[in-house]
Each structure stands twice: as C-alpha cells, then as structure tokens.
C-alpha cells in the first residue's frame, strides 16, 4: 500500500476506482470529470474559480487572539500544528472570510480551509466569522459561510466549544437587522460545525457528496440497536430528512447562490435557470420563516 507521502507525490487520484489525472481534476474545480465526485477545495479556490475571480474580492482582517493557552501536546505539539497548518494553507487561521460581489449583489463570505487542521474551529476562526458578520451589517448586504469542518479544535477544549455559541450569537445579531444568512454544506461538514452555525441558515445548500451530521457513522451505529441506513448522514439523506434544502453541483452553486439571493432580497434577477419547483419550493420556506 501507498503511503501518504507517494500519494502526495502521485500525479494520479482515484476515487472511483481507477486512475485519473490530478490536473483533471485541478482544472475541474476539484470535480472528478469521470464520476463527479467533489473533492476538496481550499477558500481561495471557492472565491477565485467560483464565485468572484482572482484579485476580485477583499480580505476581512480580523484579530489572532493567543492559541495555545493550554499548552497542548499530543503526538506533535499544538504549536507545531498551528505552524504546519499555516504553511499548508497558506492562511493565517482556518476561516478565510472576504467581501466581494456575486454579479450584481454585494456579499460577505467566510470559508473553512480543510487544510486548517481538518477545518476545526477555535477562537481565531470564530474571530474571522464575527468579524465577517459585522462587516456584513455595516454594509447591510447578506452572509454566506462555506463549511467544510471536523468539528471544534479540541487542541483548545472547552475554548473552542464556547465558539459554537459566540458565532451563534452573531448571526442572531445578522437576522436582527433582517440580513440573509446562507449556509453551503461541502464534504465533510460535521462535529459542532453542523450544531451551530451551519443550520441556523436561512437557506442551506449543499454540495453533491458531502457527508453532513454531527457524530461520526461508527460512533452512532454503536449507540443504536437498528441498522443505519446506508446512505446515512449523506446530503441526500439529510435533505430526505429536512436538514438541506437544496443540493447542488458546484458548477451550479454561484447561479444558485445569486438567484436565492435575489429572492431573499426581493430584488428582479433572471431566475430563468432555476425550475418552477424550485422557486415555489424556495418560496415556500420564505413565508414559513417570515
Ligand atoms: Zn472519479
């Protein structure tokens, strides 16, 4: 077996069996051509390839409070991760949140690095997202945050877990000035992610493929005596159960993502691409929540 340092150097992936050309996959937006798999895509790549292009958005600063406040060691020092972490991601903390404008609709939006210590979240990436959040209702313009998270950091205990309730906490503030709030679920989004930010939306899409819940598979198969289904914690199955609204290929997200917010704004747009059923079943949610 292949380990982890030859996969890196392997000019091949395969996540449907065969082998196939990492720069394909690069070049698609980190979608598989042949299976349509969605792999993983750092913030930046979100922000150049889909929804506003290079040099055309702007960083939100935020502060870095102190991190390792407990002096963490595991089998690497937490200092060593957070160094690591840095350099593989090329960020400053886990969340890189911008502002820019998706065709005519000015937005704010924060996205989690993967490569940010598995998207965890602790206090310098709740500090991007209020930072975010506040920008957002000083230009009253709407907020879309991008998950793709393991859960809180527990490198930092019950600091981190505090985090879930401060990023809450924000966007109730968000709704108070009746700004929108849109949640993208993408591959893997799961732990306190999925229990505090992501589902209080307004709307919630997903990405194809995403594995979206809060406690891993195994862990919930062991504390129930039925069998779980098999596509459990899949978006297919958390829309089937009412948690995801819409799902989507990423290819259709900025078009998605413009239209839903023209209707939350209640501002003309040419909705042409998005299907009758859709609209009314968008609309439908919107009276419900109003
Ligand atoms: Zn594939």
Redesign the pocket.
């Known amino acids: 077996m292949a380990t982890k340092a030859e996969q890196m150097a392997s000019p091949y992936?395969?996540?449907?069996g065969s082998p196939?050309l990492k720069k394909n996959?690069y070049d698609n937006d980190f979608v598989?051509p042949?299976?349509?798999?969605h792999h993983k895509m750092e913030p930046r790549d979100y922000y150049e390839r889909i929804f506003f292009g290079k040099n055309n958005y702007t960083k939100i600063n935020h502060g870095i409070p102190y991190e390792d406040v407990l002096g963490w060691e595991d089998t690497k020092k937490y200092t060593d991760r957070l160094k690591q972490a840095k350099k593989l991601s090329g960020l400053e903390c886990g969340i890189l949140s911008v502002e820019g404008k998706i065709k005519n609709i000015e937005v704010v939006m924060s996205c989690q690095s993967w490569s940010f210590i598995a998207g965890s979240i602790s206090m310098p990436e709740s500090e991007s997202v209020l930072a975010a959040v506040q920008r957002a209702i000083e230009k009253k313009v709407p907020y879309i945050f991008i998950a793709k998270s393991s859960g809180m950091r527990m490198m930092t205990n019950n600091l981190s877990l505090i985090q879930m309730s401060r990023m809450t906490m924000a966007i109730n503030e968000l709704k108070r000035n009746n700004l929108p709030f849109i949640s993208i679920i993408t591959n893997p989004t799961t732990g306190g992610t999925s229990a505090s930010i992501v589902p209080i939306a307004d709307i919630i899409v997903s990405e194809k493929n995403a594995v979206y819940g809060f406690a891993g598979k195994k862990i919930v198969q062991n504390s129930s005596s039925e069998p779980l289904p098999e596509d459990f914690q899949s978006s297919e199955w958390a829309q089937k159960n009412g948690q995801i609204d819409k799902i989507v290929d990423r290819k259709e997200l900025k078009d998605t993502i413009y239209n839903l917010l023209s209707i939350l704004l209640k501002r003309d747009s040419n909705l042409n691409s998005l299907k009758n059923d859709d609209v009314s079943e968008i609309n439908i949610k919107i009276e419900k929540a109003s």
């Open positions: 992936m395969s996540c449907h196939v996959i598989c042949e299976c349509n798999f």
